[in-house]
């Protein structure tokens, strides 16, 4: 079974970074499609980013490109997620997840993720 465990969520000023981490299962990190989403409080859950199997293809939700950095470590099986210029609007609890079938190239349709993380809170304090 597929687990993942988000981490490096915490409070932070404006402006500032922080780094995310999704430690994922076996080779789920090297085999899938992975994928960052975010929930703000008293909203949805929304698209943040996505990044291929091969860790070549990367696509941002138009609020963060240029902000955020996804990638990942093969060896040590974890997702990343490099946030800098941090703004309020970017409180969230934020989740990894993989696609439901290895070697795909990502997508940033989240009803096409099969594997989720229990989420971090990041908070961006002004």
């Known amino acids: 079974q597929v687990q993942l465990v988000e981490s490096g969520g915490g409070l932070v000023q404006a402006g500032g970074s922080l780094r995310l981490s999704c430690a994922g299962s076996?080779?789920?990190?090297?085999?899938?499609?992975m994928g960052w989403f975010r929930q703000p409080p008293g909203k949805e859950r929304e698209f943040v980013a996505t990044?291929?199997?091969?860790?070549?293809?990367?696509l941002y939700a138009d609020s963060v490109r240029g902000r955020f950095t996804i990638s990942k470590d093969n060896a040590n099986n974890t997702l990343y997620l490099q946030m800098n210029s941090l703004k309020p609007e970017d409180t969230a609890v934020y989740y990894c997840?993989?696609?439901?079938?290895?070697?795909?190239?990502?997508?940033?349709?989240?009803?096409?993720?099969?594997?989720w993380g229990q989420g971090t809170q990041v908070t961006v304090s002004s």
């Open positions: 076996g080779g789920t990190v090297s085999r899938y499609a």
């Open positions: 997840a993989a696609e439901r079938y290895p070697n795909g190239v990502g997508t940033y349709r989240s009803s096409l993720y099969h594997f």
């Open positions: 990044l291929s199997w091969t860790g070549v293809r990367a």
